[in-house]
């Protein structure tokens, strides 16, 4: 396919783009990213990785989700679903989730490439772990737990706290999972049994069953086109990527209010 493109994107034009769209030296920023829309990139996803932490600075903190949703309960596949008589097998042969071997699913390459960067930490949730790069990369992973995967006491709950950012770079609200911490904060939100397969201190591993928060994310897009809406959503281009960055407070804030009217 012919290259249309005037000149190929470099660290510091990406690290202008990222200061014009108000990305804040020193913050926490959880970006979702898909590297197509940007256009062409000298050197790929690590440019991106560069520009995004020149700007971020040495105090700031580069956030990436990391997750492994095929480490489930096969009982619940459905693109595609799998034979019954398949489900004891994968429930007893799928390896336990590693945070320093496991790959991320479906993430896209720079989450991958934040997560395998030297320094990074990543926390041990087998199905929703975030991995982090900078200062504060240490305290987000830490101690997440499995059931309340996405909740107040998850890396979530944390980026909330230390009043985050959230970078959409290419992607729309529906890879926007900061929504789901308001799930957790509806009044008796649905449940279900979830599974995975985890390490064991013994250097084994087994299956391990909990119950969490029946998340949905099939409304995001409508979520976030009225967030949209509200003001608090800056717009504006990286590369050829169409952006959005804002407060994960304020997103957070207007989706408990938004689900609890919509839902």
Known sequence: ????????????????????LGVRPGSVLVVHASMRPLGWVCGGPQT????????????????VPTHTPDNSDPANWRNPPVPEHWWATIRDE??????????????????????TSPGARRSD???????ALGARA????????????????SPLGRLYDLDADVLLLG????????????EYRQPDPPRERLGAAVLTGAGGREWSWWDDVDLDEGDFELLGADLDGTGAVR????????????RQRAAVDFAVDWIAANR
């Open 48 to 63: 991106v990785v560069l520009a995004l932490r020149d700007v971020l600075g040495p105090d700031g903190t580069l956030v």
């Open 235 to 246: 717009f504006g281009e990286v590369g050829a990527a169409r952006c959005r960055l804002m």
């Open 1 to 20: 396919m012919e290259i249309t493109q005037a000149a190929p994107l470099t660290r510091a034009m990406l690290a202008a783009d990222l200061v014009r």
């Open 138 to 153: 240490g305290d987000l992973v830490a101690d997440h737990p499995r059931a309340g995967m996405l909740g107040d006491a």
């Open 171 to 182: 992607v729309g609200h529906d890879s926007n999972t900061s929504l789901h911490l308001a």
């Open 94 to 115: 799928m390896p336990g989730f590693d945070p320093a071997v496991t790959p991320s699913r479906w993430m896209g390459a720079l989450a991958e490439l934040v997560r």
């Open 125 to 131: 949730h087998p199905q929703v772990s975030f991995a």
